[in-house]
């Protein structure tokens, strides 16, 4: 736990973190002692910013007599000190309209969704397609493709659709699918696929002898590919240009790394989902579109071993949007030093419009 900062030390920890976003500068006692609301003499912002760095709050770079936030300095501002403003007339009105007209296509809505949060913020904008795992089957049908081979169409409520291809181990009867795929239906659709999952053989049990098809036997024996979140699960990312303008992508082998990350779609689902553990298992997630803000070391439990190292340089604002009962998650990935209280604005209205839009 952080010591209690003062209330002259939270307006200069404020005012440094601020400062030091608009410029990438370290920020100097003289530029603090100017501002406004500070009635301080430049010596008394000094020793409050020595104490701010002896506590942790703050940086020194040795190339400059300014200071820097810190990831602890950063955290407290998220925390404590950032106001977040209300979006513009002109950045609600792109929003809406965008998305408007869009309505009910998921997959154009997340793609336009990740451009508009890249331009409007200068990050990198994410969406993360809706984890299907939390959603409730609607309907199951079967597509014979040949005599042992069927496609599965697994209807989400909300519009979500999944095929799977299966191979039977003997050749299935024609005839007798459309009785057990009714059946199948009467015993599974209504219910979260992970339950389907869980629990599928024992809700199926008694039908096999019952289905000289081979159908219903074909699904308990595939439940755990039936029932199961894609290992492909999509996440929509927007061009990387606005955030290799900033100052921390000027050395090639930062921007290297950057492009790295985003090639690697598991870091990215990761990145966005690690932003609020188990949220994406509780229906009532999306209901409360709240941001969730992790900065620089935050990021690095449990990544991918294939993820590029992003301790300490980055920051992830999430936040959650509902498709029927699924959920996914928008957000933007960008250096500590951004503008987090515009980025949680603009990611929290993203996600209520999505939640609104999409089917």
Request: charged share 25%; no cysteine; proline share 7%.
């Amino acid at each position: 736990m952080p010591p209690t900062l003062s209330e002259r030390e939270q307006a200069i920890l404020r005012l440094v973190v601020q400062q030091f976003v608009q410029t990438a500068s370290p920020v100097g006692s003289r530029v603090v002692a100017e501002a406004d609301e500070i009635t301080l003499s430049s010596a008394s912002v000094r020793n409050t910013m020595n104490r701010l760095e002896a506590l942790g709050y703050l940086g020194h770079p040795h190339t400059s007599a300014g200071r820097v936030p810190t990831e602890l300095g950063y955290r407290v501002y998220v925390d404590s000190l950032m106001q977040v403003a209300g979006l513009s007339r002109e950045d609600e009105q792109v929003l809406r309209l965008s998305l408007n007209q869009l309505y009910g296509d998921i997959e154009a809505l997340t793609r336009e969704s990740s451009r508009l949060l890249g331009q409007l913020t200068n990050l990198l904008g994410v969406v993360l397609t809706p984890k299907l795992a939390t959603g409730t089957l609607d309907r199951i049908d079967v597509v014979p493709l040949s005599s042992s081979r069927v496609m599965f169409v697994l209807e989400v409520r909300g519009g979500l659709v999944r095929t799977i291809i299966a191979e039977a181990d003997a050749e299935l009867r024609r005839a007798d699918l459309p009785r057990v795929v009714t059946l199948l239906n009467e015993r599974l659709s209504g219910l979260p696929l992970g339950e389907i999952r869980r629990t599928g053989a024992e809700r199926l049990d008694g039908l096999a002898p019952r289905d000289p098809s081979g159908l219903v036997r074909l699904v308990v024996r595939e439940a755990d590919t039936l029932f199961q979140e894609p290992p492909d699960r999509r996440a929509q990312v927007g061009s990387p240009q606005h955030l290799v303008a900033q100052p921390e992508f000027q050395d090639p082998e930062v921007v290297r790394g950057l492009i790295r990350m985003v090639e690697n779609g598991e870091a990215v689902v990761h990145l966005l989902e690690a932003s609020q553990p188990g949220a994406n298992a509780d229906p009532t997630a999306a209901d409360d579109p709240s941001a969730v803000v992790l900065i620089g070391r935050e990021l690095a439990t449990d990544l991918p071993e294939s993820a590029p190292d992003l301790a300490p340089s980055y920051a992830v604002v999430t936040a959650p949007y509902r498709v029927g009962e699924t959920i996914g998650r928008v957000g933007v990935i960008g250096p500590t030093r951004m503008n987090y209280g515009r980025a949680v604005a603009l990611v929290e209205r993203v996600a209520t419009l999505l939640s609104r839009t999409a089917p």
